[in-house]
């Protein structure tokens, strides 16, 4: 387990002071619930980007109470930093497995965009077939109930 104090020292995280902590507080909570409410419009249409805007939208409820509660400000590696610090802070197994669920699905997609580029054919007509279609439609419903509501109502409890 990684500790606090090394990702402090590593320049990976760092404290916010009084003056940015309300700007920074702001941001993240305004940037958790349009991310949210993009996944939750796209859920049908544009399933992919609906679970990909839901895994930022967990990511960012997390900079959120990082910050509201711990005072941390994530630096670099922004994703794998920010959940070695929730793994160090909160010991809730749910709340780590979902994120760390989030985080898998979020890293299947940019692996999907990185072989795209590669293979222009697959980012253009992902959705060609009728049963990709239907497949992302239903895989993203799915990660938009089962992963991402959940963990925010977990991390809401958590902001209380």
Do not use: C, P
């Amino acid at each position: 387990m990684v500790k606090i104090e090394t990702l402090l020292n590593e320049r990976k995280i760092s404290k916010i002071s009084e003056l940015e902590l309300e700007r920074y507080v702001s941001f993240f909570d305004n940037s958790y619930k349009d991310n949210l409410e993009h996944s939750k419009a796209n859920l049908t249409k544009f399933s992919r980007w609906a679970i990909i805007s839901g895994y930022y939208a967990m990511h960012d409820i997390t900079k959120l109470l990082l910050a509201k509660k711990f005072r941390i400000k994530v630096e670099s590696e922004v994703h794998a930093t920010t959940i070695k610090v929730l793994k160090e802070l909160i010991k809730n197994k749910d709340i780590l497995n979902l994120i760390e669920k989030g985080y898998k699905e979020f890293l299947t997609l940019a692996q999907d965009l990185d072989e795209a580029k590669k293979e222009r054919i697959k980012a253009q007509y992902y959705t060609g077939t009728e049963f990709m279609y239907e497949e992302y439609k239903e895989r993203a419903r799915e990660f938009y109930d089962d992963v991402v509501l959940i963990y925010l109502r977990k991390i809401k409890e958590l902001l209380k």
